[in-house]
């Protein structure tokens, strides 16, 4: 077997193949030759055999992430972005703070200062008290912000979609906080400390505990409600 049939080139005889052959339309190549020509360049990898084919598979890789994100993964996943949000929370408050102390303890005002009524001290410590208040709110954010910037776009797509998922799951299975009282305040309603299947199934243990103790609560107040009725009769 010949080097130009092993690397899939045209031989020597089908040189004529290529050469214009006269129609009634005008000139054109020989269909046969020219598919011969184009398998050798595809050979050689100078032609993509089917583009879209790749395509496809690029797109559906963000399906099989979504797919593949388990429930463990996802509230492992859920526990670190919470963490994040807590460690930016503490430096974010106390940088807050220390620029409102800073700045207005320099500046000068006399006891009989008013501002809107109030005296001029105290409105200087509400505001510094402010400025960590803000660190305490923006903390979250910029700790979410830097867990973004750790995990891939199609996994957080993966968790965005089961974060409604789950939430679907806490309003189905979470008490009713007009039952609570001071002896029976709310187990954790909004689910935030749940980050693993373990803590969930405690978490749902917490709240039959809450209803059974609310229905027990529920039940002596009628019983009371009862017996002031027969003391009336």
């Known amino acids: 077997m010949s080097a130009t049939r092993l690397l899939g080139l045209p031989s020597r005889r089908c040189r004529w193949n290529f050469a214009p052959r006269a129609t009634d339309h005008g000139h054109e190549l020989d269909r046969p030759a020219f598919h011969l020509f184009a398998r050798s360049f595809r050979s050689g990898g100078l032609i993509r055999s089917n583009p879209s084919k790749q395509v496809g598979k690029t797109v559906s890789t963000t399906p099989d992430i979504i797919s593949r994100l388990t429930w463990p993964e996802y509230l492992a996943l859920r526990k670190q972005q919470r963490r994040y949000a807590l460690f930016a929370t503490v430096p974010i408050t106390t940088l807050g703070l220390t620029l409102g102390i ?117 039940m002596l107040l009628s019983s009371e409600d009862l017996n002031r009725g027969k003391d009336l009769l």
């Open 102 to 218: 800073n700045y207005f303890a320099t500046i000068e005002a006399a006891p009989t200062d008013l501002i809107m009524g109030i005296e001029a001290p105290y409105v200087y410590g509400l505001a510094t008290l402010s400025c960590g208040f803000l660190g305490y709110l923006i903390g979250p954010s910029i700790g979410h912000a830097f867990f973004r910037l750790r995990v891939s776009k199609p996994t957080q797509r993966a968790m965005q979609e089961k974060n409604a998922k789950f939430y679907h799951h806490i309003k189905q299975h979470r008490v009713d906080p007009a039952q609570s009282i001071v002896n029976n305040p709310l187990p954790d309603w909004h689910g935030e400390r749940i980050g693993s299947l373990k803590e969930y199934r405690k978490w749902l243990r917490d709240q039959l505990a809450y209803r059974r103790k609310a229905t027990q609560h529920n």
